[in-house]
């Protein structure tokens, strides 16, 4: 795996884990891998107008926020990592969302989905990132983007995200969820239903 430039390992005084080493390969499919040139996040759905950014729209044309998280997979191994992102309440903003917009569901290249009630995301001030430790995550961590699905488990933190679709179905249930996983994936409960 090759990093685009000097990786950050300590933050404010935190010691930050390994963009190359403190993960495990568990996607579905394998890494993905995206061209930056030819890259678009839809965002549609529920919205007044439906968006088709490239990356460099996304990188270069919104406020750019950085936070330390965690990030725990339900396999028992976890990384904090200082990520860096546009945040996803942004782009809604861009959108324009519907009232009766209540659910986000979010689409992978590989055919991965989850989704999240919109006051989560909001409330949390959630982030798309495009960096992780200063660098630009590599195709294996989710190039171009993943979600820092903060108190969440991991496979709540969609990675190589295509598709953000706005929707009314809040019994909506991605990859994980209806294989019988919490639709939730809150840290604090049991990952399985």
């Not at 659910?103 to 991965?112: C, K, L, R, S």
């Not at 209806?178 to 239903?193: N, P, T, V």
């Amino acid at each position: 795996m090759s990093l685009d430039g000097v990786e950050i390992r300590e933050y404010q005084g935190e010691m930050l884990s390994s963009v190359a080493n403190d993960f495990r390969e568990n996607s579905i499919k394998g890494p993905q891998f995206i061209e930056r040139e030819s890259y678009r996040l839809e965002v549609s759905g529920l919205v007044n107008n439906r968006l088709n950014l490239s990356y460099s729209q996304l990188t270069e044309g919104f406020q750019d926020y950085q936070k330390v998280v965690t990030l725990y997979c339900v396999e028992g191994w976890d990384a904090k990592i200082l990520w860096q992102g546009l945040k996803v309440e942004d782009l809604f903003i861009q959108a324009g969302l519907n009232p009766k917009a209540n659910t986000v569901i979010f689409h992978a290249t590989d055919g991965y989905t989850t989704s999240f009630p919109i006051e989560y995301l909001i409330e949390n001030e959630i982030l798309l990132a495009y960096k992780m430790n200063g660098v630009t995550i590599p195709p294996e961590r989710g190039f171009p983007l993943i979600l820092v699905a903060e108190s969440k488990w991991g496979y709540k933190w969609i990675k190589w995200i295509t598709k953000i679709e706005l929707s009314d179905d809040v019994n909506y249930q991605g990859y994980w969820e209806s294989r019988g996983y919490s639709d939730s994936g809150d840290l604090d409960e049991d990952f399985f239903k």
